[in-house]
């Protein structure tokens, strides 16, 4: 029998709403020959060979159907489809409707986020910090924006105690403008182990829900390596999608 592979997870069932697009926001074209989908594809194809992809499907997404067993294919890349429980919503309930399907490392990562430059190493990084033993990882970029850390997945990245790299000393889900200043990155994806996914699961869901997260609910977060990549967007908005068309780098 073959090694089991790793998972790799899209939410793709939100409706992208702010965009009002007559297509899935994932199919939005970059202007280059691909979409926001293929780019987050294209990270995984260094990593084809140990990698399966869930993607968790809302209704219309027929086309992003389609498109994901068409690269997929072109990948070698095992896809299955799932639906998002209705009674765990935003991007985090997706994750957790996708439990069956988890494997002994779990990637997230979000099709509308974009990386400015290619990051070849980054998914298998992180997948192998998972594997060396560590509950959580993640994929982060340094930032100084306050209405960006305020209004995204904000972390206190700091050296750790180990010398081994970067960890996280903080976290928080949308912080909001008084809490910005706090935190210096925002994550890109995030990695955990099956024997850990329901307790990291339970702290990222209630951080998205904007639930009470005393600083001891923390803890499995809390001290998680982090591999850096470079600068990304998140393209959920027209400024956002206007000035990436433009060419406008952060």
């Not at 793709?12 to 074209?29: F, H, N, T, V």
């Not at 027929?62 to 068409?70: D, F, I, Q, S, W």
Request: contains cysteine; aromatic residues 6%; proline residues 6%.
């Amino acid at each position: 029998m073959s090694k089991e592979r790793d998972t790799v997870i899209l939410p793709l069932a939100g409706a992208g709403a702010r965009l009002g697009l007559p297509l899935a926001k994932e199919l939005l074209p970059l202007g280059d020959g691909r979409t926001a989908l293929d780019a987050t594809l294209d990270l995984l194809a260094p990593h084809a060979e140990r990698l399966r992809l869930v993607a968790v499907i809302g209704e219309g997404r027929e086309a992003t159907v389609r498109h994901l067993v068409r690269r997929c294919a072109e990948l070698g890349v095992p896809l299955a489809f799932t639906a998002q429980d209705a009674r765990c919503p935003e991007s985090t309930g997706a994750v957790i409707s996708a439990e069956a399907w988890f494997g002994p490392a779990s990637l997230v990562l979000l099709a509308d986020q974009v990386l400015y430059a290619d990051e070849p190493d980054a998914v298998g990084q992180v997948l192998e910090l998972i594997h060396a033993g560590h509950p959580a990882a993640f994929l982060a970029a340094w930032e100084k924006d306050r209405e960006r850390l305020a209004a995204d997945g904000a972390l206190l990245l700091e050296d750790s105690p180990t010398g081994s790299g970067l960890c996280v000393a903080d976290f928080a889900d949308k912080p909001g403008l008084e809490a910005a200043e706090h935190f210096n990155a925002v994550w890109f994806g995030y990695a955990f182990s099956r024997a850990a996914a329901t307790e990291v699961l339970e702290v990222l869901h209630r951080a998205t829900l904007r639930l009470s997260l005393p600083s001891e609910q923390l803890q499995p977060l809390l001290g998680a390596p982090v591999v850096e990549v470079g600068p990304f967007t998140d393209l959920g908005t027209w400024p956002a999608v206007c000035a990436y068309w433009r060419g406008e780098r952060a």
